[in-house]
């Protein structure tokens, strides 16, 4: 049963690193991969959203497969299909000695942690997303594991390159124009925060080294979830006579399921990986269909239980009552991704899983810190420096599974403002230092630029008159994509720059008299 | 033109040649010097795209003129832009593909297409149509690697040195496939313009200084061959359009090997002439080519 385990485990795996892969710009409108369909399978994602937005994306229904499945088999998804579970127990594996035989109850944490986020869910906020394995797991690899990772390989051929060592080069070449085309990312993506989310990643794989499948053991919230469903489960595990209660079991059990006390089993915590069936010198133990409840009961202990649904409570004011909560707060910077939902809807739906900053294709959506508040920390915003919003992509709306980001068609994405660009005029090189540049006019793709000319007579020092043009921008057509701050040939700090200022998506943040 | 006597065109010839230092230009015209005719521009107007490319580079004296067997052929077409064909932002695919197909049959060995896009590069390549068009050809169809762009002395007068793509360089042969589009600061963008698609670095600095740029540029790097694709142009919102209001459709191509006269050429398409365009009349002044386009042997075919 070990080695089906196994490659039930390495194929879904595999099949998660290939959609992470594919979760980027051929140069087509559409994607042609589901990307994101491991989150539409996930029903922490769904039940929290449904709470928090009363809305749910159709593909959703998917994780009501999951449900049905934990009802029938337990928490197998842990087991057998789990991505980050899958990883724990690769890094488990370094982990020599057996394990702490003791009792601990500190698997009740991740109820805990559960409990509080379906009840500030049930408040409208929607933190779910930051401690979702899958979440976790897709943001991770986005903003921090797969840049180092491609960061790593392209130094590695780059400097064979530029030694330029006669047979060897021409090899690593060879070698790297595979990967290229197989494993590695378009571009070396970079993004800001990469070394902090990285770290909580490899402190989640780190902990395996202190007790195996920490996390899914202690911490993960959906395990919990499927925890709970599991106590209805159809498919339990018995222990026949012949048990001689030697132990073996406790020491291969990956949950933390206390197989070695027969009656007292812990099915919610049990990922049905069957070690213990495999491992029982007595041939004792079998999983089978049967309707007798013969697991122990879960005591998560009222008081805690109390203090953390009021702690989903309390959290929900603690982390709104900020300045920017007030609507005639607005943060210049926040420039959402096209086709975002108004900002409160766009917070009770975002559950900063990064596939839309994994799929961005100038690596202009970047992870925020604290510009939407901590209610908002890690959800997508653009930074047109790093990379503007290309006019015709629609890919971040394709792959957001929660409906935080709509999708949009080339129609609808050409129409929608996510800010509007602004000159300085103390730094365009027209305006300030008379000189001829066109870059941003140039670059505007509106099919009627948004960016045009006014012909100003200028002098130089000796008096001579010209004439250049200078830059104006039409409210009316900028849409706010950026391109031209990006591509303003005074680099350090354009002398033109996009602001959230006149997004469609708000009724505050606007700027013209006239709706649009 | 058409009624030009054999005198007068050797009169004209002797004159353009004169003004030109384009060794490519004198080659072609000494080893020409047995044919009956000598062609400077070829037009061709119809309405399949690869059959006038492909009746222009005929009247210019076929593909085995330009290309020998075994060589390597940069094919270099404008694909800066993330729109399609019919956006006219871009060279359009079946020219590029004729291009392709014409030189494989002279032989060539291989085929390399590339551009430094301006938007996305992968969005450029597939939108454009042409990564789909020349890939079915066996046409090498890559995106610009970084690392291959080497300082150039280009010693020219705006443009001292330049990163420039150094694949363009190691060719055998090159061909220029501009589309003409208007640009709000060269007023029009066709093959002298083109070689923007091969500068490395922060191109957009050379605006500043634009006209003497490109000059620079279009005297440093001597194509082969340009054709220049006029199936539909550009006339309001360039370079890149989006418009389809902005677009005219010609159903033409022209084909010389004088960049210069073929932008004179061009602008013609636009009721300009070539003396409205700043980088051609320096040109013409530097001796880089022929702006006037009295003095130029052009050859007519509609098909």
Same mark, same amino acid.
């Given at each position: ?13 595999? @099949? ?139 130094? &590695? ?25 197989? &494993? ?94 495999? *491992? ?66 766009? @917070?009770?739906?975002? !559950? ?64 929608? %403002? ?38 100003? %007579? !200028?002098?130089?020092?000796?008096? %001579? ?52 | ?71 390597? !052929? &940069? ?23 004729? !291009? ?16 430094? +896009? ?133 159903? +033409? ?6 960049? *210069? ?43």
């Amino acid at each position: 049963m070990q080695n089906l385990r196994r490659t039930s485990q390495g194929i879904f795996l595999l @099949l998660f690193l290939f959609l992470f892969i594919q979760t980027e710009s051929k140069g087509r409108d559409a994607l042609g991969y589901p990307a994101k369909i491991f989150l539409d399978f996930d029903p922490l994602i769904f039940i929290t959203t449904i709470f928090s937005a009363h809305a749910v994306q159709k593909a959703f229904y998917f994780s009501l497969i999951t449900i049905a499945i934990t009802l029938i088999f337990g928490r197998a998804f842990c087991g057998w299909v789990c991505p980050l579970g899958t990883l724990n127990n690769i890094v488990g594996a370094m982990k020599k000695g057996r394990p702490k035989t003791e009792d601990r109850n500190l698997y009740r944490v991740k109820y805990y942690v559960l409990i509080f986020l379906i009840i500030s869910s049930l408040f409208s906020l929607q933190l779910a997303g930051i401690v979702d394995p899958l979440s976790l797991l897709i943001r991770s690899l986005s903003v921090s594991v797969y840049p180092l990772f491609s960061y790593g390989i392209r130094a &590695v051929f780059d400097a064979i390159y530029s030694a330029d060592i006669k047979g060897v080069t021409a090899l690593s070449e060879s070698v790297y124009s595979i990967l290229k085309k197989s &494993v590695l990312s378009f571009q070396q993506p970079f993004y800001n925060q990469s070394l902090f989310i990285g770290a909580l990643f490899f402190l989640i794989l780190g902990l395996n080294l202190v007790e195996k499948r920490f996390w899914c053991k202690y911490l993960c919230p959906l395990g919990a979830l499927l925890g709970i469903l599991s106590r209805f489960s159809i498919f339990k595990r018995s222990v026949s006579e012949g048990c001689t209660s030697c132990g073996a079991c406790a020491n291969v059990c990956q949950g933390n399921a206390s197989p070695d006390k027969k009656e007292e089993w812990r099915d919610t915590e049990c990922y049905y990986c069957w070690n213990c069936d495999d *491992v029982c010198p007595q041939n004792a133990v079998s999983f089978g269909f049967s309707g007798k409840k013969a697991a122990a009961s879960m005591d998560l202990g009222r008081r805690r239980v109390i203090t953390s649904m009021a702690s989903g409570v309390i959290a929900v004011p603690l982390l709104r009552a900020t300045p920017l909560s007030k609507s005639e707060f607005i943060n210049q910077r926040l420039i959402r991704p096209p086709g975002s939902l108004e900002e409160k809807e766009f @917070l009770k739906r975002c !559950v900063k899983c990064g596939e839309c900053m994994k799929v961005c294709i100038t690596n202009g959506l970047q992870p925020t810190l604290l510009e939407a508040g901590l209610e908002g920390i890690w959800s997508p915003l653009l930074i047109p420096k790093i990379g503007y919003c290309e006019f015709r992509c629609t890919l971040c709306g394709q792959v957001c599974p929660t409906g935080a980001i709509k999708k949009l068609n080339l129609e609808e994405k050409a129409k929608v %403002k996510i800010g509007l660009a602004m000159i300085d005029k103390g730094r365009c090189l027209p305006y300030a230092h008379a000189r001829p540049c066109i870059v941003c006019e140039e670059v505007c793709p509106t099919p009627k630029k948004a960016i045009w000319f006014e012909k100003a %007579k !200028v002098k130089d020092r000796n008096g %001579k008159e010209f004439i250049v043009q200078q830059p104006r921008v039409d409210l009316e057509l900028c849409i706010g994509c950026g391109i031209c701050e990006a591509k303003c040939p005074v680099v350090d700090k354009p002398a033109i720059y996009v602001t959230s200022i006149g997004e469609s998506r708000s009724k505050e943040n606007r700027l013209l008299m006239e709706g649009y | 033109m058409h009624c030009m006597n054999r005198r007068k065109f050797v009169k004209s010839a002797a004159i353009t040649i004169a003004g030109l230092s384009v060794p490519n230009f004198i080659d072609s015209l000494v080893s020409d010097l047995g044919a009956s005719e000598r062609i400077d521009l070829a037009v061709a107007r119809g309405a399949s795209p690869a059959k006038i490319t492909r009746a222009a580079v005929d009247a210019m004296g076929g593909m085995k003129k330009f290309v020998s067997r075994g060589d390597i !052929v &940069v094919v270099k077409p404008n694909m800066a832009w993330d729109r399609t064909p019919e956006q006219a932002g871009n060279t359009n695919p079946e020219v590029v593909a004729e !291009v392709v197909k014409m030189c494989f049959e002279a032989g060539a060995k291989k085929v390399k297409v590339f551009d430094r +896009t301006v938007n996305d590069p992968r969005r450029c390549y597939v939108q454009s149509g042409i990564s789909d068009a020349v890939k079915a050809l066996g046409a090498d169809i890559s995106y610009v690697d970084e690392r291959k762009f080497k300082e150039m002395n280009v010693k020219g007068e705006a443009m001292k040195t330049w990163p420039l793509y150094t694949e363009l360089f190691e060719a055998d042969k090159v061909i220029n496939i501009p589309i003409a589009k208007h640009h709000s600061l060269a007023t029009l963008t066709m093959s002298m313009k083109n070689w923007m698609g091969v500068m490395g670095g922060s191109r957009r600095q050379i605006h500043q200084r634009l006209d003497e740029s490109l000059v620079d540029l279009s005297g440093f790097i001597k194509p082969t061959l340009t054709i220049l694709d006029a199936v539909r142009i550009l006339t309001a919102n360039g370079p890149q359009g989006g418009n389809l209001a902005d677009v005219k459709k010609l159903d +033409t191509v022209i084909a010389g090997v004088d960049q *210069v006269a073929v932008d004179s050429l061009g602008a013609t398409l636009f009721g300009m002439k070539g003396s409205d365009l700043g980088y051609v009349k320096m040109a013409d002044k530097r001796g880089l080519g022929t702006m006037d386009i009295a003095k130029l042997k052009i050859k007519k075919v509609n098909i």
